[in-house]
Each structure stands twice: as structure tokens, then as C-alpha cells.
């Protein structure tokens, strides 16, 4: 057994450790050390958290074998997992961060003598506050991330789902866990308690139902600042230093990256936390995209502008994603390049189906990260640029956000590639983004529509070049 102080400076290590991970996390040149280093400290911690067990009992070998188990179902999973699909794993990961969350508040409960906590009907009062907290928000992460997950897999409807009331509703049900929670703290009552859980599942639902397709990398990021609030809560009730680390530090980070998100998605803070975006009437402009003219070419006609610009910048979406059209892009810049055309990467804050996922995948291309830009960095640069690349990004470069109100992106800040000279404009169909909504830009005059696969039409563009 390890000694008190002795866990306290290994806790303070493997803290340090994820400071570092979310330091190296915030730039993809330095993430794979990042990753390192939160692998390190998550070692640390776990071992550290085993050495302290005072009697090694017969259950000690299950948690050892259950540990070993879900190590190598995660391991699996991640290793099969297509880079297309890392949002819902994400969304699926969380979901069990904020079950397991709730599984230690009933364990808490039921039997607060395992945890020194005191005895059923009669827990320390800051215990059972934390632990109601850290169940609660454990409940709101786990159906939120369900819901999450089920609209990403396409298994439930992108749109949003709204309702007569639902903002009175879920008004009245979180004031319910407020009250609830007091009570429960007076009574210490099992039933209050199941009552707790219960209103907290159903709410967690309720908040991510009415978020539509557009707003779905914005929920990632919340229901990860959620899945940290939930561990540093149930940290308080074990008393484990390094879960109340870990949790505080996912928490905040998250809810800074929600921030952030929403800025960059002109969105309400606040209305995030309560699930009150996305849920807006769509436009009906997308009914008469049959009767708009469109200019459609080959991999031909791409090749000749691209050879003929002095600039090109490209916009990757998730459409590059689906075809893993990123290493035949690579090479189709290559090409560029040994023609003395100026090639960048715009990337919009959303592009995809959660923060960075564009990024991720050009440096799995191992695309130089210095020509690599945000879109606050390069938006300006499209009006003097002669090419714009579009390959299965939608959403983010639909000006409809600047022109109609009542469309569900009004207000998002998204790419200026219509003025560019060229668009050039890789896509299946005419089809609407995960948004629902038609794209002017595909009816400008200055877009040729590329109608193919991404992976396909880019090789194709590359030999032609």
C-alpha cells in the first residue's frame, strides 16, 4: 500500500501531466506529444489509485478483469473506428463518462459506509450534495450523448425536434431538480433520489432534441464539458484527488471550446447550456433549387483553371472525410505546388462533425500545418484569390447565413469562397448539408459543380494536371 503523501504527489504529477495534454492538444503540431503526455498521466493515476487500497479483497480481481475487458473494447474500437465516425464515438464515449458517473452516485448511496461517507439516512450532508450533483449531470451527459449519437449515426432524424412548451417544460423540470435535490439532502430518501435520476435522464434528452445537424459540433463539445463536471463530482464524494483534477480540467476546457464554438457559430452561450438553439424554422428556398440553373463540369475543365491561377484555396468538409480523400488531395496540391501555384487550407471552426476533425485529417495527409488557416485568418484572402477548391464542405460556405434570415445558419460566420473567381465545387448532388438547407453558392455564376465521388474527382483532376 502506498502512503497518503506519497499518492498526493503522484496525483499532482498525473495532474500536470493532463495540463500538459491539453497544452499540446491546442495545436496539431504538438498533439501527438499531448496525447503522450495525457496517456502518461492517466497511467499514473490509475496505478496510483490501486496501490492505495488498503486490503487487496477477492473483488479487487474482478475490477482487474472488468479493467482488462473494457481496455481491450476500447482499444478495438478505436483502432477500427474510420476517422468518418469519430464524432459518435466521442458522443459514445461521454455517455458512458456520465453513466459510470451515475453508477458511483447509486453506489454512494446505497452504501456510504464503503466510502466513509456515513451511514444510509444519515450521509455527511457535503457528501450527498456532491454526489446528487455529480449523478445529476452524470444523467444529463449520458442521455444527452445517446441522443448525440443517434442523430450523428443518422439513426434519428438531424432536424431539430421541437415541441408546444418545451422551453416551459424543461424550465419546470430543472427548477424540479433543484427542489428535489434539496429535499433529498433534508430527507436523505431513497425515492427522492431514484426521483432525482430520473428527471435528470429526462432532461438530458429533452436539451439535445431540439439542437439541429449545423449546431451538432457545438453539443460534442458541451456534453465533453459536462462529461468533466460530472467525474470532478463524483471525485468530491470518492475524495480522489486526481478525478476531481481530471474532471475540472475536462469541464472547463470544454465549456472554453464551447465558447469558442459559439462564437464562431454566432450562438448564444447560454442558449447552448439550456438547448435552446438550432430549433428554428428551416427556409423553404431548397424546394426550388430544380428550377435554378447550375454549371456542372469534369475533371478536365477543373484541371485547366487550377493551371491557369496563380492561387487556390482549399476548403475541406466532410464530404472529403466520407471518401478519405485526403491523401489524393495531398498529392493534387503536390502537383500545384511544381507549378508555382500558390495552394492554402481554409478551415472553418465547424467543418465536419466536431472541432478539429478537418484539421486531424490533413495531418494525417501530412499536409505542413504553416499552410494550414483558420477562417478568421483567411477570409479575406478569397477575394483576391483566382480558385476555390470546395471538396465536400456545404454548410460552412453557404452565404445564405449572411443573406436570409429565417435560415437556421443565419448569423454563422462561413467562408467568402463566392468570391473567388472559380469555384470549383466537389459534390455528389445537390443534396442539402447536415443543416437541411439548399446552398446558394452552388447556383452562383462563378461555380462549376463537380458531380462525383471526392477521393475519385480528385485523382482524376490530378492526372489531368
Keep these: 500500500m502506498i502512503s497518503a503523501n506519497l499518492s498526493a504527489i503522484f496525483y499532482l504529477i498525473s495532474g500536470v501531466l493532463f495540463i500538459l495534454a491539453l497544452r499540446g492538444l491546442s495545436s496539431p503540431e504538438t498533439s501527438r506529444q499531448g496525447n503522450f503526455f495525457g496517456i502518461l498521466g492517466m497511467v499514473i493515476a490509475i496505478t496510483v489509485t490501486f496501490l492505495s487500497i488498503g486490503n487487496f479483497s477477492s473483488g479487487f480481481v474482478y475490477v482487474l478483469i472488468f479493467l482488462l475487458i473494457g481496455g481491450l473494447i476500447g482499444a478495438f474500437i478505436a483502432y477500427k473506428i474510420p476517422m468518418t465516425a469519430m464524432p459518435e464515438l466521442v458522443a459514445g464515449f461521454h455517455s458512458l463518462v456520465g453513466l459510470a458517473a451515475v453508477f458511483v452516485a447509486i453506489s454512494a448511496f446505497l452504501n456510504p459506509e464503503a466510502f466513509n461517507l456515513g451511514s444510509p439516512g444519515n450521509i455527511k450532508l457535503g457528501s450527498l450534495i456532491e454526489m446528487s450533483i455529480g449523478g445529476v449531470v452524470g444523467a444529463i451527459t449520458f442521455s444527452g450523448s445517446i441522443i448525440a449519437f443517434l442523430k450523428l449515426q443518422g439513426i434519428m432524424s438531424g432536424s431539430p425536434i421541437t415541441f408546444k412548451g418545451q422551453h416551459p417544460i424543461n424550465a419546470l423540470i430543472l427548477i424540479s431538480i433543484v427542489v428535489v435535490t434539496y429535499l433529498l439532502c433534508l430527507t436523505q430518501s431513497p425515492n427522492l433520489f431514484w426521483i432525482l435520476l430520473a428527471i435528470s435522464f429526462l432532461i438530458g434528452f429533452l436539451l439535445i432534441i431540439p439542437i439541429g445537424g449545423a449546431d451538432m459540433p457545438v453539443v460534442i463539445s458541451m456534453l465533453n464539458s459536462y462529461s468533466g463536471w460530472a467525474a470532478a463530482g463524483i471525485g468530491f464524494t470518492l475524495e480522489n484527488t486526481a478525478l476531481i483534477i481530471t474532471g475540472a480540467l475536462v469541464g472547463s476546457s470544454g465549456a472554453i471550446l464551447s465558447y469558442i464554438m459559439c462564437k464562431g457559430m454566432n450562438r448564444s452561450f447560454f442558449s447552448v447550456i439550456l438547448g435552446g438553439f438550432g430549433a428554428v424554422e428551416q427556409s423553404s428556398s431548397s424546394g426550388s433549387k430544380e428550377q435554378k440553373p447550375v454549371k456542372s463540369g469534369n475533371a478536365e475543365d477543373a484541371a485547366f483553371l487550377m493551371k491557369n491561377a496563380s492561387s487556390v484555396i482549399i476548403v475541406p468538409g466532410y464530404g472529403m472525410a466520407v471518401a478519405q480523400a485526403q491523401h489524393a488531395l495531398r498529392e493534387m496540391v503536390d502537383t500545384l505546388k511544381k507549378n508555382d501555384i500558390k495552394v492554402t487550407y481554409a478551415i472553418h471552426p465547424v467543418a465536419g462533425r466536431m472541432p478539429g476533425h478537418m484539421n486531424v485529417l490533413l495531418a494525417e495527409a501530412n499536409v505542413p500545418y504553416d499552410e494550414v488557416?483558420?477562417?478568421?485568418?483567411?477570409?479575406?484572402?478569397?477575394?483576391?484569390?483566382?480558385?476555390?477548391?470546395?471538396?465536400?464542405?456545404?454548410?460552412?460556405?453557404?452565404?445564405?447565413?449572411?443573406?436570409?434570415?429565417?435560415?437556421?445558419i443565419y448569423g454563422m460566420p462561413v467562408l467568402d469562397v463566392e468570391k473567388c473567381k472559380s469555384v470549383l465545387f466537389v459534390k455528389r448532388s445537390l443534396s442539402p448539408g447536415y443543416a437541411g438547407i439548399d446552398n446558394d453558392l452552388f447556383y452562383k455564376e462563378n461555380t462549376l459543380m463537380l458531380f462525383a465521388d471526392a477521393k475519385k474527382m480528385t485523382e482524376d483532376i490530378t492526372k489531368n494536371l
Design 373 to 408: 488557416f483558420e477562417l478568421e485568418e483567411i477570409n479575406n484572402d478569397f477575394a483576391n484569390t483566382d480558385v476555390a477548391f470546395v471538396i465536400g464542405a456545404n454548410d460552412v460556405t453557404n452565404p445564405a447565413a449572411k443573406t436570409d434570415p429565417q435560415s437556421p
